[in-house]
């Protein structure tokens, strides 16, 4: 594999595009993170503690207006999700309508979540950027948004077409915007995302 370092995390790829679901399901629960994108086995480490106080803070936000309103359910990484060349990837979050809830089964994700969020982190950001965006909408996620920690800001990605690797709605929600959700009834403070970090460290 090739490695590429940025910060204290790192990502790793393969060199060939050979990598399957079944030696996906083979690879150790180390605590690091494996995706298989168009064949190619992607490794990244353990994320920062901002990281992970950014997806706290999303999270909160999407279980207040999804979950318990019933509209969906609310996921994290670790969680494998197959689905049109991803074998699989492991989103930071994602949602699940409630009518499409027969897509969990059997501990992973069998299907399309109705909303990806990826947290962009040094050593990953042109795999959340350009990797993952255009996989996703080939794959026809419906809402992909990007949260970038160094820019303090989100971009909301939606109306996939499959056939040109690209969604045709991308907005970039600023830092003192509000994020209107254009599928799901979500809206939620940019600044709220990372507000109150006890360590911001990328």
């Known amino acids: 594999m090739t490695m590429v370092h940025a910060g204290p995390e790192r990502a790793l790829r393969s060199l060939r ?8 399901e083979q690879l150790p629960d ?32 999407l279980f207040a207006q999804i ?6 359910v609310t996921l994290w990484a670790p969680i494998g999700v197959f689905m049109p060349g991803c074998d699989p990837v492991q989103p930071d979050i994602l949602v699940v309508r409630t009518a499409h809830l027969s897509i969990i089964r059997d501990r992973r994700i069998y299907g399309v979540p109705d909303l990806i969020v990826e947290v962009v982190s040094p050593s990953n950001s042109e795999q959340d950027l350009e990797i993952k965006r255009n996989a996703y909408a080939r ?18 990605c939606s109306a996939p077409d499959p056939a040109a ?3 045709k709605n991308v907005d970039t929600i600023l830092p003192d915007g ?4 254009p599928t799901l009834p979500i809206q939620a403070s ?5 507000a109150n970090a006890p360590d911001t460290t990328l």
């Open 67 to 72: 979950d318990d309103q019933g509209v969906g």
């Open 139 to 156: 794959a026809a996620v419906p809402e992909y948004w990007i949260v970038r920690p160094a820019e303090r800001d989100v971009i909301v």
């Open 178 to 181: 509000v994020l209107t959700s």
């Open 30 to 61: 180390d605590g690091n993170r494996y995706e298989v994108i168009d064949g190619v086995l992607y490794m990244t480490t353990a994320p920062s503690t901002f990281h992970q106080w950014i997806v706290r803070q999303i999270v909160r936000t």
């Open 165 to 167: 690797d690209l969604f």
């Open 190 to 194: 940019i600044a709220d995302f990372f």
């Open 17 to 24: 595009a050979d990598w399957s679901r079944e030696r996906w």
